[in-house]
């Protein structure tokens, strides 16, 4: 019997999402832990990859349990697993859907301070730009509406079949304060860095290094910028999976700005 696992994990002190070897990574001590409590190995696919200490608010992994097992698997793994990992929600799935190729759209927040915080340093990444110009930062956000091939920000574009997203939704939000700020963005799909190259190219833009009209250009022309410097990974957070059969609302309401009325649209 397929399963749907509907999970939030913080990525600081893990090397993304998908088991190598030598480091730790979120799919290695889930599968550890499945195999722990249902005492056979089970392997697990995840919705798509994260990078290093990237973190997911929503994200999804499926696991075929061919035994049936009669004590409550959702309260056990979330006594085994780290704090930094939680389960929500556990689903018996009809037939064989897949977490990474059924999902249609996905949805990033990064999170920005330009004060130093300590309470932020996980959760949100600091970059000390107190002066930041937001709407010229969302201008530039809105533009990725108008394109498809994002060919000129990503890590090793002929590595993929093809470079073509759908984003569906891009915009700058702020807090009322204006010392926090929230880069979001959905798509179909993403590629390597994707997000991490838009947001540094978003932060150059606000703080006067770059121009509107020379990142249209990249998108434009598809040449590849000279210098791919993407932004810090703390702050990137995958926030939203959809599947045609499954939408549920993320559970987690922490640094979630859509969900507060203290957060502004530029």
């Given at each position: 019997m397929r399963y749907f696992f509907h999970i939030a994990y913080q990525g600081q002190n893990y090397n993304g999402w998908q088991r190598q070897p030598d480091v730790e990574s979120v799919q290695e001590v889930l599968e550890n832990t499945l195999h722990k409590v249902l005492k056979v190995p089970t392997t697990i696919f995840g919705c798509g990859r994260t990078d290093a200490q990237v973190h997911a608010s929503q994200y999804f992994f499926h696991a075929d349990i061919e035994k049936e097992y009669d004590f409550d698997l959702l309260f056990r793994l979330n006594k085994a697993l780290p704090d930094n990992i939680a389960i929500y929600d556990i689903i018996k799935m009809e037939g064989k859907p897949h977490a990474r190729f059924d999902a249609v759209h996905r949805e990033y927040?990064?999170?920005?301070?330009?004060?130093?915080?300590?309470?932020?340093?996980?959760?949100?990444?600091?970059?000390?730009?107190?002066?930041?110009?937001?709407?010229?930062?969302?201008?530039?956000?809105?533009?990725?509406?108008?394109?498809?091939?994002?060919?000129?920000f990503c890590t090793h574009p002929d590595k993929n079949?093809?470079?073509?997203?759908?984003?569906?939704?891009?915009?700058?939000?702020?807090?009322?304060?204006?010392?926090?700020i929230r880069f979001n963005i959905s798509s179909n799909r993403f590629l390597g860095k994707m997000i991490r190259i838009l947001t540094g190219k978003l932060?150059?833009?606000?703080?006067?290094?770059?121009?509107?009209?020379?990142?249209?250009?990249?998108?434009?022309?598809?040449?590849?910028?000279?210098?791919?410097?993407?932004?810090?990974?703390?702050?990137?957070?995958?926030?939203?999976?959809?599947?045609?059969?499954?939408?549920?609302?993320?559970?987690?309401?922490?640094?979630?700005?859509?969900?507060?009325?203290?957060?502004?649209?530029?």
């Amino acid at each position: 019997m397929r399963y749907f696992f509907h999970i939030a994990y913080q990525g600081q002190n893990y090397n993304g999402w998908q088991r190598q070897p030598d480091v730790e990574s979120v799919q290695e001590v889930l599968e550890n832990t499945l195999h722990k409590v249902l005492k056979v190995p089970t392997t697990i696919f995840g919705c798509g990859r994260t990078d290093a200490q990237v973190h997911a608010s929503q994200y999804f992994f499926h696991a075929d349990i061919e035994k049936e097992y009669d004590f409550d698997l959702l309260f056990r793994l979330n006594k085994a697993l780290p704090d930094n990992i939680a389960i929500y929600d556990i689903i018996k799935m009809e037939g064989k859907p897949h977490a990474r190729f059924d999902a249609v759209h996905r949805e990033y927040d990064y999170f920005i301070h330009t004060y130093k915080d300590p309470f932020l340093s996980n959760q949100s990444s600091l970059y000390l730009y107190p002066k930041l110009n937001l709407d010229k930062m969302s201008e530039a956000a809105k533009l990725l509406l108008k394109y498809k091939d994002f060919r000129p920000f990503c890590t090793h574009p002929d590595k993929n079949e093809h470079t073509i997203c759908h984003v569906t939704a891009a915009g700058i939000f702020v807090n009322t304060k204006g010392d926090r700020i929230r880069f979001n963005i959905s798509s179909n799909r993403f590629l390597g860095k994707m997000i991490r190259i838009l947001t540094g190219k978003l932060l150059k833009i606000g703080n006067g290094e770059l121009s509107i009209d020379e990142f249209e250009n990249h998108l434009i022309t598809l040449e590849l910028p000279k210098i791919l410097r993407p932004a810090h990974p703390i702050g990137l957070y995958l926030s939203k999976v959809n599947y045609p059969y499954l939408n549920l609302p993320p559970r987690t309401d922490f640094l979630t700005p859509s969900q507060s009325s203290d957060w502004i649209s530029i």
